[in-house]
């Protein structure tokens, strides 16, 4: 099981970027998906999380910002993020809870990618 994040970069305030994570290596199916960001000497922090379900929850922080969405056939998440700010930049990862078994289930973690909000 592999995650592959992609899609930060340098942005300037009051920009967008979108960030894509694939999942690779499934074979009993995705549970919630997500996205943590954790920023220079901080902890890592929850953004946004999606079920299988696509019912969806925001830190407040981003609520109205970001908006995640899954692509379920493709093992796909995303992030959009609009109306970017300084105080967004961090390491991005996404996280998905993986079924290893017809039951059983584990989270895995993404690389990371990382996004810089210039003022």
């Known amino acids: 099981v592999q995650l592959q994040a992609s899609g930060g970069g340098l942005v300037q305030a009051g920009g967008s970027l979108r960030l894509s994570c694939a999942a690779s290596?499934?074979?009993?199916?995705?549970?919630?998906m997500g996205w943590y960001r954790q920023a220079p000497g901080e902890q890592r922090e929850l953004v946004a999380t999606?079920?299988?379900?696509?019912?969806?929850m925001y830190s407040d922080s981003v609520k109205g910002r970001f908006t995640i969405s899954r692509d379920i056939p493709k093992n796909r998440v995303y992030l959009d993020m609009n109306s970017l700010k300084p105080e967004d930049t961090a390491v991005y990862y996404c996280?998905?809870?993986?079924?290893?078994?017809?039951?059983?289930?584990?989270?895995?973690w993404g690389q990371g990618t990382l996004v810089t909000v210039s003022s």
């Open positions: 290596g499934i074979l009993f199916g995705i549970n919630d």
């Open positions: 999606i079920t299988s379900r696509l019912s969806t």
């Open positions: 996280n998905a809870e993986i079924f290893v078994s017809l039951t059983q289930k584990r989270p895995y």
